[in-house]
């Protein structure tokens, strides 16, 4: 019995086996990924709050004054 190179089955029977599971591991990766739920920030509703809206929330309980608020404000890139 020879069983030469790729035992058989030739170089299209092995891309094939290759194109198969390269196929059925996207599959599994597709399915995995739908199921995770969703991946953006904004996708999940309200869960992310602003630097901003933190700060506000800070200023509306009085954690800080008008004056800190203001230079905070500055810090995070926002004009008033």
Do not use: C, H, N
């Not at 904004?42 to 230079?71: C, K, M, N, P, V």
């Amino acid at each position: 019995m020879m069983w030469g190179a790729g035992f058989g089955m030739g170089l299209v029977g092995w891309l094939w086996m290759l194109g198969g599971l390269i196929l059925v591991a996207a599959l599994i990766a597709l399915v995995v990924r739908a199921l995770s739920g969703p991946t953006y920030p904004e996708d999940r509703g309200s869960a992310r709050t602003s630097a901003l809206d933190i700060l506000r929330e800070r200023y509306a309980r009085g954690e800080i004054t008008e004056a800190e608020f203001e230079q905070a404000k500055k810090a995070l890139g926002y004009r008033s």
